[in-house]
């Protein structure tokens, strides 16, 4: 699925129109907690599984940016309608990470994205 | 080569800095992607850990032919059971910290799992932690 359709369809606001290029999507990971992203996504062993993941979180500090960073993750989708602030904003437009967010809350968005074909990474598994 | 970071305790603000140069050092360096991603993720758990934990710290950084070496030191309090930190889930962070994404109690367990090797030394002066990361091998999470 293309970014840009995942950012219609689930009525995302995009926060960093600088950092914006279009890409696939294949992949997604959603925590709040950064230590399971950290965990989860670095068992990941191929490069283009994560280069066509995002991140999922309800999480709006510099932190989960700074996660996204660490795994070369460049997509953060915030959910529940939250507004980060304008130094998160800042900080994905300096590592040039596309911040965008839904209103849908962080279940429903991921079984809409599963339902249309994005498969979750799951801890050790390799595709 | 060897670069050094300032850690202030509580600072999410700044949090994850050390890490974030660490992470840009060694892609241009064109370490392999797997292996900038484990020494990245173990940094910066063991960072925010400075910034939860203790009253300030910092790292050092050193890359050899043979492998990245990192070593994080804070002043204090100390961990007074590294036994029980070692284990999955057990914390003593607080609302601020579950709030910033950290303080599950999985900072040490991801590092230990990231590392090929890691050693922890603590009193009530301070807390060392060492991690190295061999490169060229093949690493078994």
């Given at each position: 699925m293309k970014l840009s359709d995942i950012i219609k369809k689930y009525q995302c606001h995009l926060y960093t129109p600088e950092t914006f290029h279009d890409k696939d999507i294949s992949y997604a990971f959603c925590a709040d907690l950064m230590s399971d992203a950290l965990m989860v996504l670095n068992s990941?062993?191929?490069d283009r599984v994560l280069s066509e993941c995002l991140l999922i979180t309800g999480l709006t500090t510099n932190q989960s940016i700074r996660t996204a960073e660490m795994l070369d993750i460049d997509v953060v989708l915030l959910v529940r309608g939250k507004i980060p602030s304008l130094k998160v904003i800042e900080l994905a437009k300096e590592l040039g990470i596309m911040l965008i967010a839904t209103e849908h809350t962080m279940f429903n968005t991921s079984g809409m994205m599963y339902a249309d074909g994005i498969k979750g990474i799951i801890y050790n598994q390799q595709w | 080569m060897v670069k050094e970071y300032q850690i202030i305790a509580r600072n999410y603000d700044l949090a994850g800095r050390a890490s974030s140069d660490i992470k840009r050092t060694l892609k241009a360096m064109n370490v392999p992607w797997s292996f900038q991603k484990r020494v990245c993720a173990a940094s910066y758990e063991a960072e925010i850990n400075i910034v939860i934990h203790s009253v300030g710290g910092y790292a050092t950084f050193e890359i050899t032919d043979q492998a990245i070496i990192l070593d994080f030191y804070d002043?204090?309090?100390?961990?007074?059971n590294i036994e029980l930190a070692m284990m999955e889930g057990y914390s003593t962070a607080s609302e601020l910290d579950h709030a910033n994404?950290?303080?599950?109690?999985m900072g040490l367990p991801n590092m230990k799992r990231s590392s090929d090797l890691m050693n922890i030394t603590s009193d009530h002066e301070g807390t060392h932690v060492h991690l190295v990361f061999y490169r060229g091998e093949t690493h078994d999470q």
């Open positions: 990941v062993k191929d | 002043d204090g309090p100390g961990i007074p994404g950290f303080g599950a109690g």
